[in-house]
Structures are given as C-alpha cells and as structure tokens.
C-alpha cells in the first residue's frame, strides 16, 4: 500500500485571506500579500519557493478584496504588447515571470476562521496527498532550501514536518513553541507537543514554529474535529497538537530547525528590513544603494 511517506509532494498551499490590519491603511484596498519587497509582491517570492522545491501546482486561499493576486499571476497582454511595441524585452520577460511560474488554484476561505480552518479549505484540492502549506509573512531566503529540507525529512520519517526557529524567550509569545527531542539529524527534531503562544514564563522552549509546513493528509481530518482555540479560530498548532500526540492518526511530527536567513514580512519593521536587506544585495542596486546607506548612517550618527 502506498502510503505518505512515499508518495510525491507536488502541491502547495498558501493561505492568503488575512485582512493585513498591521499595515492599515496602505492595506484597506490592496492585499497585504501584494506589498512590494523591493519590486517583487511578497506573495511572488512566496511561489517562486515553492516552485524551486518542485511543488508545481499552487493552491491559494484567498478572501474578499483579494483580486489583485489573481491578476498578478494571470497575462496583462495590454501591458505586454505595450513592451513589445517598445522593444523592452527585459521588462517583458519580468511581467512574464509571474505568469509563467506554477499552475495557480484559487478557493475562498470566504468565513475568516483561522489558519487551521484555511487549510482545511484546501482539503478538496489537495486529496490524500502530502502537501506543503507556506504563509505569506514568512519569506525564506533562496540561497537557503528550507522547503526542500523539510520535503526531504517528510519523505524520510513520514508523518508531517513544521519549520522552528530558535527565538529570544521574551518573543517566544508571538509563536507556536515546540516541546521537541532530539534525532540522529543535527538539523532535525521529534515534536512532542505543540503550545500557541505561550508567555515566555509558560513556555516549554523557545523554539518556534515558522510559516512552513510540510503535512500529512490526516490533518484534515483532525481539523474537521478541532474546535476554535485561541483567539476563537482553529488553529493548525491544535491539530498538529493531536498529531503528535499520537502518530497512529497520521504519523509522526518532525520538526528542521532552521538557522538561515528569514524576513517576516508581517511585521513593519521587520518589512523595512528585509527590503532593506534584499535591495543591498542586489547586483542591480546594491552598489549604489549601500554607498547611500553609507553616507546615511554617518550623518544620522
């Protein structure tokens, strides 16, 4: 019998219905995933992850007010053939790039009840399939394959497979906190249990869980069953929860601890960083911004 362990991952899912209250007003009529990360939307570096973990097929679970991811990833042949017209076949082949990336679902998650219940909109698409689950506010760097990482643990040990990062305790509230063990993976831990933002007094480590996730099927399942937690929504971490507690349901949970480069897009501040960051190492801009950069920190200092 095939079984998940053994069964390809193909597809991605990346809930994208949130309202982007954090970055009122600019996101009251554009979608928070579509604010630029130096002149990419952020939900573009999202997809162009998936795809170079060789998850062709894209499923996003938007929301109202949403239309303008639809319109990213779909032709402009207006814009392009004014392109053509000129002759500018660099900025052709950048418009093209989005078109061009993955094969792209849409499904309305239309009643906002949390990241659990998000994903389990996907159900339909995704059938008994392992699938990975990627957030919009975390975009991972590309010289740092954590996605193919994390495809490769699930495809090792089975089950599901959450991303976790090592946090300064005083944040540990912000995150789903991992109670873990070690493996024969340096990289690689066996999760026990799983708490939603626990104060830093309460919490059991300061390992973090991150925007990806690498899923066994069962957890819809799971989610069918999970009643609204935190906040009054249903949380992936509760049925996640329940997975580890027992891999009879639909294996074990694993989790990569990652130490390479991540930008959390979700946060204004760490938003301007990571723009800040990404535009320096620009071949294209980074010569001349840094030199900028420069000079600006000498005369604010």
Known sequence: MTTSRTRRITKAVIPAAGLGTRFLPATKATPKEMLPVVDKPAIQYVVEEAVT????????????NKRPLE??????????????????????????ESTDLATIHYVRQGDPRGLGHAVLCAAPHVGDQPFAVLLGDDLIDARDPLLSRM??????YGGSVVALLEVDPDSIHLYGCAVAEPTGDDDVVRVSDLVEKPSSED??????????????????????????????????TDALQTLAADPSIGGPVHGVVFKGRRYDTGDRGDYLRAIVRLASEREDLGPDFRAWLRDFVKEEL
């Open 151 to 156: 495809i490769e643990v699930q495809e090792t």
């Open 71 to 96: 319109d990213h990833f779909d032709r402009n042949y207006e814009l392009e053939e004014v392109l053509r017209s000129k002759g500018d076949e660099t900025k052709l082949t950048r418009v093209q």
């Open 203 to 236: 919490a059991p480590s300061n390992l973090a869980v991150i925007g990806r996730y690498v899923l066994d099927p069962a957890v819809f399942e799971v989610l069918r069953k999970t009643e609204p937690g935190r906040g009054g929504e249903i949380q992936l």
């Open 53 to 64: 973990a060789g998850l062709p097929d894209v499923l996003m679970v938007t929301g109202r």
